[in-house]
């Protein structure tokens, strides 16, 4: 009994001494950690960015958007592909632009920006990356949107791809 307590306050004590800082690189700054997506975190990743899009769209006095089936069928087609060209760029392997894709999942609205990203992070600090460029930004606070598609692919060696849409 007291074997097995010594050894419990050992294997504790033990655990004390290890850090969790984080590895840094060359240049000083902590390594990226990888972002590992369940599949039972789909719906929470994606209502995670709707909700942050709305609060950052509420900040800016503009009205919430809401996720689009069609929108979003569309953004996951263009993440995946992207994966395949193992490029992020807004073009299809197959030519395809934004307004294509968006057209071929039968979006009946209009088009007003497509934003992309090829990443460890995670969604949300994407989304604080898109937030910080001019250019992705006025897609996400565009006063005309109203509806939104978000997607993401993740490769086996955790890179994302991910893809957000906005339309009216």
């Not at 950690?33 to 369940?38: C, E, K, L, M, P």
Request: aromatic residues 8%; negative net charge; proline residues 6%.
């Amino acid at each position: 009994m007291r074997l097995a307590a010594f050894l419990v306050t050992a294997a504790l004590a033990l655990a004390a001494c290890t850090t969790t800082e984080p590895t840094l690189g060359p240049d000083g700054k902590p390594l990226p950690r990888v972002y590992r997506i369940a599949p039972s975190d789909n719906g929470k990743i994606q209502f995670r960015m709707l909700d942050s899009v709305n609060s950052l769209r509420r900040a800016a006095g503009l009205a919430p958007i809401e996720l689009d089936a069609r929108l979003t069928a569309a953004a996951a087609t263009h993440a995946r592909d992207m994966a395949v060209q193992n490029r992020p760029w807004h073009f299809g392997s197959d030519g395809s632009s934004p307004i294509d894709r968006v057209q071929r999942v039968g979006y009946d609205g209009r088009l007003l920006g497509e934003n992309i990203s090829e990443t460890y992070e995670t969604e949300l600090e994407t989304l604080a990356a898109w937030m910080e460029d001019p250019t992705t930004r006025r897609i996400i606070v565009d006063p005309d949107a109203a509806k939104l598609g978000f997607a993401w692919h993740q490769e086996a060696n955790g890179k994302i791809w991910w893809t957000l849409i906005t339309g009216t």
